[in-house]
């Protein structure tokens, strides 16, 4: 069964420290969103790119956050600094659609959960 | 107000109950509904699409209002493993932006 791979599964950094979080989506599919999950809470989108294009980042905090999807298949997300507040679990997702089409069911990552100390 | 609200509950049912939850949205251009569950300190995964028409998995039955602007989720025959945190998800039209509720956690007790 296809999957979407995300790595690290844990990191811990010292806050000001840069920090890197890798996903490679399910093949084929367009449409690729990194989330932020406060325990507790529901995910929050961070971005959202359809192929190599970012659709949605306006809940990016671009001064010390920043995402590529270079080649339009796997991602990066950079925190640069960390700060104490990042901690939470990082979720990539990949659907199949793409455009303004119908919505097609998301799949997530098993995730990175970030500690910054 | 949220795109998305949920009851966070918690629910506490005893095994063989029918639960359910709601959802609501405030898009009305949403035209896309997803329910996920989630456990503890995991990724979330799909238990189903809801459809214009409803949608029915065994046990769990999802039901769309566009006139009220929710959605629903139901249970029935609980069983322990049912225990998790279930979030619902809203995509508009345009560039499948999908969002997420809070979740509504669930904990099903002998």
């Known amino acids: 069964e296809a999957e979407v791979a995300q790595s690290p599964r844990y990191k811990i950094t010292e806050k000001s420290q840069a920090v890197a979080f890798w996903c490679d989506p399910i093949?084929?599919?367009?449409?690729l969103y990194w989330y932020r999950q406060i325990l507790g809470q529901g995910p929050e989108l961070l971005v959202q790119f359809q192929d190599e294009s970012v659709v949605d980042d306006s809940q990016l905090p671009k001064d010390r956050f920043s995402a590529e999807r270079l080649k339009g298949v796997d991602s990066t997300l950079k925190i640069q600094p960390a700060e104490l507040g990042d901690s939470a679990m990082y979720l990539c997702?990949?659907?199949?659609?793409?455009?303004?089409?119908?919505?097609?069911?998301?799949?997530f990552g098993q995730g990175t959960r970030l500690t910054v100390v | 107000r949220k795109e998305v609200e949920q009851d966070p509950g918690p629910f506490n049912v005893p095994e063989g109950a029918t639960v359910a939850f709601n959802c609501t949205y405030s898009?009305?251009?949403?035209?896309?509904f997803f329910w996920y569950r989630q456990d503890c300190r995991k990724e979330p995964k799909l238990l189903m699409s809801?459809?214009?028409s409803g949608n029915e998995d065994g046990r769990f039955t999802a039901q769309l209002n566009r006139a009220s602007q929710y959605i629903s989720l139901l249970i029935r025959d609980s069983k322990l493993s049912d225990s998790a945190t279930y979030l619902c998800?809203?995509?508009?039209?345009?560039?499948?932006?999908?969002?997420f509720g809070a979740g509504t956690r669930l904990a099903v007790h002998p």
């Open positions: 093949s084929g599919h367009a449409t």
């Open positions: 809801v459809y214009s």
């Open positions: 997702a990949s659907s199949l659609a793409g455009g303004a089409v119908r919505v097609t069911e998301a799949f």
């Open positions: 898009n009305s251009a949403s035209q896309s």
């Open positions: 998800a809203v995509a508009r039209s345009g560039y499948n932006k999908l969002i």
